[in-house]
């Protein structure tokens, strides 16, 4: 880390989030707690320790690492140990590994456990070929035979929680959730995420919400229900009637920040988040990211992203979005950021066309 610095927040904001973090309720799932029961998804090179601890500062009740191999860590990969870091201000966050073999995944395991965090979580959802091909991430959902010594060989010398997040099952026709929930449970892990698509489907039409309530209503084990909650109206409707314990959110907080808050909103409330807001929220996570990196240009491509994401549905973004991305200096960068989300009405919405595919390949 270089600097421990960090922008407060405008006293407005912060009265905003802390008010709706208020209606927030600790959750339990298996023994590990949560502060709600709204997390953020694992994301590859998204779910990393700045934005995971910014999502916390903003309602995400837990989160998890994105996906890390194995044997990076066994080999004693540089990059990839670096990918174990957590901030110390985290407070509830599960590392994810992935592979193939159980025994390399113990001993990853047991190094991961070294960094605090308060679970392991297997990936066992990732769709990517160059995963799926050497027998890892949702390739392990095609042999349940061997699933049950991947998890007891695993669990044998980690002191922490073991949990896995998966897909409902490889294809249309092997839609095995239920099976690897019941061989989870049998096996002492603590809960299931689930990913409401198959392997197959990778991120093509529509998470099957029907599969997850129908295996979260029989589970032996807590499930936490993911997939296509992109607007904080969707968490609303779907944490007043579901059989999960709990939600996890990858995409929608990409595009909002304060998804996991607005979740909270009821019909008497008149807070709402507009542009400045997103702009301190795009201030703050300059300020981790900065702590973590010392190179301008991954700080540059970092940042890039993650306000192109924030501006989607903001008047004249297509034209903002085109600036941003023929800027290659991070001090412009971040002056144009500032005179585009301080230039919009302060009372302007967001409008986002769902229809329309937003990234639609990852890795789980
Ligand atoms: C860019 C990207 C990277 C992802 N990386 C991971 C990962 O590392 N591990 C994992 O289990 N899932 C990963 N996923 C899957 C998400 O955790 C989540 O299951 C999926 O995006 C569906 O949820 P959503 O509709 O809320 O985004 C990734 C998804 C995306 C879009």
Redesign the pocket.
Known sequence: MTKALRTPFSSDLQQKIDTLKERQKKIMLGSVEFNSPLLL???????IAPFRLLMEELGAGGT?S??ISCHGINYQNEKTHQMLTIDPREEHIGI?L?GEDPEAMARAALVAQERNPKFI?I?M??PVRKVVTKGGGSALLKETQKLANFFSTMKKDLSIPLTV?IRTGWDEENINAKEVVHIAKEEGLEFVAI?G?TRTQQ?KGH?NWNILESVACEAELPIIG?????EAHEVRDRMGQTNCQAL?????PLRNPFIFLESYLTADDTINFGPKDYFEVITRLYDYLSQYTDRERTLLVQMRKHIVWMAQGFPGVANFRGQIFQTPDLGDTMKFTEDYFMGLDHRTSKSIDHSEAF??????
């Open positions: 998804a694992p994301m590859s090179a998204i779910s998890v994105e996906l994810q992935f979580d990936n959802g990732c997040k990913h698509r991120y998470a993911n997939g296509d909650l992109h996890m959110l990858g995409r929608g990234m639609t390949s990852g890795h789980g």
